[in-house]
């Protein structure tokens, strides 16, 4: 179920004090992707960026900005140096 999907990713997207994102603009911005957007690679890319030092540290995009964007598509690989392990 795409809901179920998109629940899982939300509860997994980090969220840091001061964001404000609208979930159910997120969540309309998840179905705009259409049933094949790749849940799978953006569940991925997810966990691998919120490993990062960067991410850690609050640089991250606001959810809505992350799916409209496909920002998942383009993310580099996180430099190994700033991984924060133990993730």
Same mark, same amino acid.
């Given at each position: 179920?795409?809901?179920? @999907?998109?629940? @899982? &990713? &939300?509860? %997994? %997207?980090?969220?840091?004090?001061?964001? #404000?994102?609208?979930?159910?603009?997120?969540?309309?911005?998840?179905?705009?992707?259409?049933?094949?957007?790749?849940?799978?690679s953006? !569940?991925?890319c997810?966990?691998?960026?919120? *490993?990062?030092?960067? &991410?850690?540290?609050?640089?991250?995009? !606001?959810?809505?900005? %992350?799916? #409209? #964007?496909?920002?998942? #598509?383009? *993310?580099?690989?996180?430099?190994?140096?700033?991984?924060?392990?133990?993730?």
């Open positions: 179920n795409d809901d179920e @999907k998109f629940e @899982k &990713w &939300w509860t %997994y %997207y980090p969220k840091f004090q001061g964001m #404000r994102p609208d979930k159910e603009k997120c969540r309309q911005a998840w179905h705009e992707l259409g049933a094949d957007h790749g849940f799978d953006i !569940m991925d997810t966990k691998r960026l919120k *490993a990062t030092k960067s &991410w850690q540290e609050g640089f991250v995009p !606001m959810p809505l900005n %992350y799916l #409209r #964007r496909k920002l998942w #598509r383009n *993310a580099p690989d996180p430099d190994p140096l700033h991984v924060i392990h133990g993730q």
